[in-house]
Structures are given as C-alpha cells and as structure tokens.
C-alpha cells in the first residue's frame, strides 16, 4: 500500500501531467478558425499551479514509493528552477507560434510533459526511476526540436539531436548496468554503501560511461558537437528551454550521482571536461555569424564553468551550492536573451544573424535594453547574476586550490567576453540595414523578457537569498 | 559440456555492444544507425538480466522498462525520419548537412 503522502512529494509532477493531457485534449476541441491562444494560457496556469505545488510539496521531505524519489531542499531547488524557465518558455511561445503559423496543443503538452521529466530527475534517487526521467525530458525535446517542420533546418536538428542524445542514452544505460553489476543495487544511497566497502574495477568503467551520457544532456565538451546544430535548427523558445531546463536537471542528476554514490575516478574526467567546454565554447562563439549558434557556444562554455564548481572537493558544500547558484543564474540569464531572439526572428526566423542586429539600439530602444542586460549578465558584469555565479564558482575553486583551472576560466571568461560585446557593439554603434520597424513586444513575451530581468538583477544585487538556501540543500546533499 | 556462466552474458554483451556502436559510427543510412542504437540496448538488457541472476530481480524489471523505453524511442525517431525525409527525400546521414559551421 502506498502511503497518501507519496503523492504530494510528486504534486508538481502530478499537476504537470494533467496540464500537459488537458492541454492536447482542448486543442481538437477548438473549431479550425479559433484563437489558440487560450491553450497557451491553459498551460502558463499549469505551470503556475505546479510552482504553487511545489511550495506544497516542500513542506512534506522524505523518500516516496519505496525509495525511488526523495523530496529535499535540493530537489525543491531544482523543481522551482525548472518550472519557472517552462513558465517563461510558454509565455513567449504565444506570439512566436502564431508567427511561424505552428499546431500547439501537442507543442505546450511537450513542453510540460518534459518539464514533468526534468522535475523528476531532481529528485530521483533509483536508477531505474533516473533512466524513465531522463528518457520523458529527452523525448520532449528531441520532438519540440523539430516542431518547425516545414523547415528542412528544424527537422535536421531534430534527427541530429535524436540520433546523438539515444546514442548517450544507450551509454549511461551500460553504465547503469554495469553499476548494478559491479554493486548489486540500483539505489544511489545503497551502491555508495557497497562503493564504501570497495571500488571493483567495473565501477570506474560504469562511472565513465554514465558520465558520458550525462555531458552529452549538459554539452559539455568532448560530447558538444551536437549543440550548435541543434540550437540554430530548433524553434528560439524551444532552445530557450533545453538549453536550460535539461541542463540544470541534468547537473542536479549529476551533483547527486557524483556525490550521493561518492563515485570513485572522476575528478580529473570533470577537470579535463571543464577546462575543455571552456575552451572549445568561448573559441567556437567567437566565429559565428548567427546569434543562436553564438548562444549555443556561450552555453558550452557555461557548463565549463559550473563544471569547475563540481571539482572544488576540499569544500564540497560551497562548490555544490555555486553549481547551483549557477544554474539558477544561468537560466534566467539565457531563458531572457532567447526571448529577446525569437520575438525578434520574426517569420520563418528570418533574422537570426549578428549583423541583422545592426542598430537595434535606434530601431527599438527597450528590446536592446533587455537583450543588454542579459549579454551584461552572460560576460559576468557586476549587479546581474551572472557576476556572483561566476564568483562563487571560482572563489570555490581558488579555496580548493585549483589554481590552474581558475586562471584557465579567468582568461576564458575575458575571451568570451569579445562575442557578446560584438553583439552590443553592433546594437548601439552601427547604422540599421533595414529600416522596417521591429514588431511591438506583445505582452505575454514582454512578461516572460521583465521576468528575466527581475531574476537576473535580483541574482545579482541580492545574491543571499538563494545562495542560503542552496547552502542549505547542498549540506542535505553532501551530509 | 561446461556450465554458462555470468562472464559468458557479460562478453556476448559487451559484443552487441562493440557492434552497436561501430554501426552507429561506420554506417551512413539513418534506419541502420537506428537499428545500431537498439543493439546497444539490448546489449544492456542482456547485461542486466544476466546481473539480476547474481542479485536480485531488480535487473530484469529494468530491462522491461528499457524494452518500452525502446519501442518509444523507435516511434519518435521514424516519426522525425519522416518529417526530414519529406524536406530532403533521403535518409543519407552525408546529406545531413545544413547545420554546419
């Protein structure tokens, strides 16, 4: 008998699914003729129900269906996190849907359907339960990549993203066998216990090959090939999401993994990952000519910076609570500059590419300004959030002496910081090419753009809320 | 006639395996890198099954969530397949080429 209790720790995710069925249900259900725009509204309600369910679900810790799922401070974290970048992505996909003329009851039910599997990747302690997570977000995803698909460019990267993202999967599965081999359990708490009593050789193997399934789901470099060619084919919303959502669920999977299994060998697996995302992203985005190629290179280079916080073992609970104060910053730093793109690609994403940017300062003064604020925040200026995700991340690599990666991310960050001031540069000190005026920003996408820009401010002048919080899950999680 | 063994699963697994991703690597048409994917699975099915004889049953329900996982995962892929084939009309991987830097 399963306790009632269970199903508040899943209330989010239950809610969730719901949405996501309610949703495909009214689509037919709608005559041919009329506004759509009422499913996006049905699923934005979802969304904001499961972060309602999510403070519910808070108040109620502890394992549910016999130990599969544990509800704590660390999971709570990452649910908010998830479902406030699926709330965003769907408040700007109204208009954009409309514009590139896309069917959306099945393409909200995805986007909450995923979000439902990236929920419970934070808060999966079984394997089996991990696999299924991983396997919901992923195939939302890799379908939601291709919702273009009149366009040759989205269907490739929808192939693209597929083909590589089961050929990781099938990975991590062998390592997850080859884990059960090794420690005769599926449970992250039960194979730390036999990991304690002794590593077996199999285990270094297992934990290699889920590490490559997991820096595949975070594109992290030597598995980043597939990034820049997916995110250039994928709707702008849709990269909005994954190039966050499956993100940060996939490091909290790995934060628990790594540390809840005290995996054994990684520790220079992560630094040569780190060192390399850094370098093959920020290189990579120096020579693109699209903005959203330019963006799937910076988000290389970012996970090789919260790959960095992963490494500073001497202080496991300050390097787990700057990974996570980096996701968070992240997230609302680029869920918002992605906005700012797919409102302003108009049809068919005519313009996507650095120079259509020229003069967007004269052209359209507030669209600029956003799109400003979060490059700031991307380079790491001072009062955004990406400043004090960058700080804390280094401050505790510098107290776990690794001094070698943190001038490798330093120097990093000051070559990355040359793409996105080109951005700006182009913005506010070149003529428009065009003088077509930029298309008003309705206000659903208006909302979702200021909501990115309280939450990158508020990351970055008052950084201690969240960091405390994230202080405390990370001591829950390291113990 | 000597006893199987747990080892013997293990090399034909690891096998399947080898085999998979050779053909995920070497082979140009997307329908037979597909069916590549499906053998790496079924080489961790093989190794779970073969697992859960030394343990507990826990390795073969997991093969049974991966069987469906599968069949899933084969739905979406022809279905993608399908919607790139009507915009290029091959199932060439060299053809997938548009996406480049």
Redesign the interface.
């Given at each position: 008998m399963i306790p009632s209790g269970d199903y508040i720790r899943i209330l989010p995710e239950i809610v969730l699914s719901i949405f996501g069925m309610l949703v495909m249900v009214i689509d037919p259900l709608l005559g041919e003729n009329d506004d759509r725009k009422s499913i996006g509204v049905v699923s934005a309600i979802g969304a904001l129900l499961a972060l309602g369910a999510t403070f519910i679900m808070a108040g109620h810790p502890g394992e549910a269906f016999y130990n599969i799922l544990r509800v704590d401070d660390f999971a709570v974290f990452f649910h908010v996190v998830v479902i406030l970048i699926a709330l965003a992505c769907i408040l700007m996909s109204f208009e954009y849907l409309k514009v590139q003329e896309i069917r959306q009851g099945e393409y909200y039910g995805l986007i909450l359907f995923g979000t439902v599997g990236m929920c419970l990747m934070s808060s999966a302690i079984e394997l089996v339960m991990l696999f299924v997570a991983i396997e919901i977000s992923s195939i939302s995803t890799y379908i939601l990549a291709g919702f273009r698909r009149r366009a040759a460019e989205s269907a490739e990267s929808s192939l693209k993203y597929f083909l590589l993202g089961s050929f990781a999967t099938a990975f991590f599965l062998y390592g997850i066998a080859l884990m059960y081999g090794a420690t005769g359990s599926t449970n992250v708490d039960a194979i730390a216990a036999a990991l304690r009593q002794g590593t077996p050789v199999m285990a270094y193997l297992a934990i290699a090959l889920m590490m490559v399934g997991l820096g595949f789901k975070v594109a992290a470099a030597p598995f980043q090939v597939w990034t820049p060619d997916v995110y250039e084919g994928a709707p702008a919303p849709v990269v909005a999401l994954m190039s966050t959502g499956p993100k940060a669920a996939a490091f909290a999977v790995l934060l628990r993994v790594l540390f809840g299994t005290a995996a054994p060998g990684w520790f220079w697996a992560v630094w040569i990952a780190a060192a390399l995302s850094m370098t093959i992203g920020n290189f990579g985005a120096l020579v693109q000519t699209n903005v959203k190629r330019m963006l799937a290179y910076s988000s290389i280079a970012h996970a090789g910076y919260l790959l960095v916080a992963f490494i500073a073992v001497r202080n496991m609970e300050q390097g787990v609570s700057a990974a996570m104060f980096y996701t968070a910053a992240y997230a609302a730093m680029n869920v918002g500059a992605f906005a700012v793109v797919s409102h302003f690609a108009s049809a068919g994403e005519k313009y996507v590419s650095i120079e259509d940017y020229a003069g967007l300062g004269r052209r359209s003064p507030v669209l600029a300004a956003v799109l400003t604020v979060f490059l700031l925040s991307l380079i790491g200026i001072p009062i955004t959030g990406g400043f004090f995700a960058k700080f804390y991340v280094f401050r505790a690599a510098v107290s776990s002496n690794l001094i070698w990666l943190t001038v490798i991310g330093l120097v990093n960050s000051a070559i990355g910081s040359y793409y996105y001031l080109r951005l700006l540069v182009m913005m506010y000190m070149k003529e428009p090419q065009s003088e077509e005026s930029v298309p008003s920003v309705p206000f659903a996408a208006g909302f979702a753009m200021a909501g990115c820009v309280v939450a990158t401010l508020y990351l970055g002048v008052f950084p201690n809320r969240v960091l405390q919080f994230a202080i405390e899950s990370a001591r829950t999680l390291v113990h | 006639m000597a006893e199987i063994t747990t080892l013997h699963y293990?090399v034909v697994a690891a096998a399947l395996?080898l085999t998979?991703v050779i053909g995920?690597l070497t082979r140009r048409n997307?329908i037979i890198?597909?069916m590549s994917?499906e053998l790496?699975?079924n080489?961790?099915n093989l190794?779970?099954v073969?697992?859960s004889r030394?343990?507990?049953l826990?390795?073969q329900?997991?093969a049974i969530?991966?069987i469906a996982?599968a069949a899933?995962?084969a739905a979406?892929?022809l279905?993608?397949?399908i919607?790139?084939f009507?915009?290029?009309e091959t199932v060439n991987m060299d053809e997938?080429d548009?996406?480049?830097?």
């Open positions: - | 293990l395996f998979g995920v997307v890198i597909l994917i790496i699975l080489a961790v190794n779970l073969a697992f030394l343990y507990n826990h390795g329900v997991f969530f991966i996982d899933a995962e979406i892929a279905g993608i397949l919607a790139f009507r915009n290029k997938v548009l996406l480049k830097w």
